[in-house]
């Protein structure tokens, strides 16, 4: 039996103010056409299929097309609820849905009920751990639970209680495990860290399909996974290898699993470099359409710089000065802000070039101050 592990799809996702419908749409057609080549029998989300708990209606017509025509090739999909999606809505009609194939799981209290594949002698039973805050667990369970830990190796322990052993036991859960790798795009669940899950307890369970973390990535075993999502969210993931996970069990448990990449319409760069420079780069760059941050590490003043890169880089979204980066956060003295305006200029060049200012560059200075000094009078 083969099956897809994927997560974090955030459907209506903007960066930068850009709408990433188009790229996600992309992207589902590489996940439709995986699902044909290697004949999957059942494809897993393990959460945020949804940017936000209330999503453009435009992003509900992208899911309800792919459920369509996954339905079309009798693969069934098994979708938990993440931190971004809204567990009710999303969950709307699914016990009416499953004969379709089609598995919401994003009610707490059905968590012992799995959802089980069999194909010839190989069964699997899934089961779902939508995302849950600790108050969630205390209210559904009546469980003294008083963080994120306790509530998740509580509800662990809830299924392992009711799964026979000698079955394939498959868990999705949406939680941040301990001491994995984090991004910029991922919603913080709560503060100070005490959202963090321990992977101990998910040890017994012949996979774990994770959402939430944006890396591809084991923790704990190579059996605990993070899929990762299917688009860089952020310009912190510009390094990432994002993909899916293709599972594959025997009836004796998983066999085999492999990452299958993701190729995105258009990519996610972080360039770095003066701007003549990067201007040059971009006029025979056969990847300019790409999503662009521009980091500039030119020591002068620059006119209209956006400008000018978006001549070559249409999909330029962000510019970071890097000589500009560096001098924040530095303390101003007190005692050089007392010692005039030519002074606290050559200060302030200094601390945003990294140099001290020319000869010519302090009589132009000076001359200027003069100037606006007699205008004044």
Known sequence: MKIIHTADWHLGRVLHNESLLEDQSFILEQILAYIGEHQVDALLVAGDIYDRSIPPSEAITLLNSFINRLAKLKVPIIMITGNHDGAERLSFASKQLQDSGVHILGDLSQINAPVV???????????????????????VFDADVKDFDAAHTYLVDQVKASYNVKENNLLMSHCFVDGAETSESEKTLSIGGSDRVSFE??????????????????????????????????FSEHKQKKGITLLEFDKSGLVHQQHLPLKPQKEVRVLEGLLDEIIAQGKTDPHKEDYVMVRLTDKTALLDPLGKLRAVYPNILHIEKTMLSQAIGKTPNREALKRGEEHMIQDFFKQVTGSDMTAEQSVVIENTLKSILKSEV
Do not use: C, T, W
């Open 117 to 139: 594949l069999e194909k010839s002698d190989v069964k699997v039973n899934v089961y779902g751990i939508p995302y849950a805050d600790p108050e969630s667990v205390r209210d």
């Open 201 to 234: 307890p998910m040890l017994d369970f012949d996979y774990v399909a994770l959402g939430h973390l944006h890396s591809p990535q084991k923790k704990g075993a190579d059996h605990i996974r993070y899929s990762g999502s299917i688009l860089k969210y952020s």
